[in-house]
């Protein structure tokens, strides 16, 4: 599977994006779909996640009610709509695959995702 992360930009706080990833290649045998992202000394962390099939989505604390994960199955795209954002979210966002069918809890670390794309910067200006 081959995941290529976009729509990175400068926003000012308060502000939205979203970003996008495209997934090709062998897309069926993806179980999860997942967004981490990783700021300036800082260790990846994790955003959110969403099932391919049934599109249960799990987010990390820190965006939860602000970031929202969606999908579009016919497209193999996942996206990542950010609402109020602020200069703490500035980081590279990264999106992973992976194959294993367990729970979406299960995917709430790194080293549980087999694919993963390209980064895409994200800046928030205070």
């Known amino acids: 599977v081959q995941l290529q992360a976009s729509g990175g930009g400068l926003v000012q706080a308060g502000g939205s994006l979203r970003l996008s990833c495209a997934a090709s290649g062998r897309t069926g045998s993806a179980d999860t779909m997942g967004w981490f992202r990783q700021g300036p000394g800082k260790e990846r962390e994790f955003v959110g996640a969403?099932?391919?099939?049934?599109?249960?989505?799990l987010y990390g604390d820190s965006v939860k009610g602000r970031f929202t994960i969606s999908s579009d199955n016919a497209k193999n795209m996942v996206y990542l709509q950010m609402t109020s954002l602020k200069p703490e979210d500035t980081a590279v966002y990264y999106c992973?695959?992976?194959?294993?069918?367990?729970?979406?809890?299960?995917?709430?670390?790194?080293?549980?995702?087999?694919?993963w794309g390209r980064g895409t910067q994200v800046t928030v200006s205070s």
């Open positions: 992973a695959a992976g194959v294993r069918p367990y729970s979406i809890a299960y995917y709430r670390r790194r080293e549980r995702y087999d694919y």
């Open positions: 969403i099932t391919w099939n049934g599109g249960i989505t």
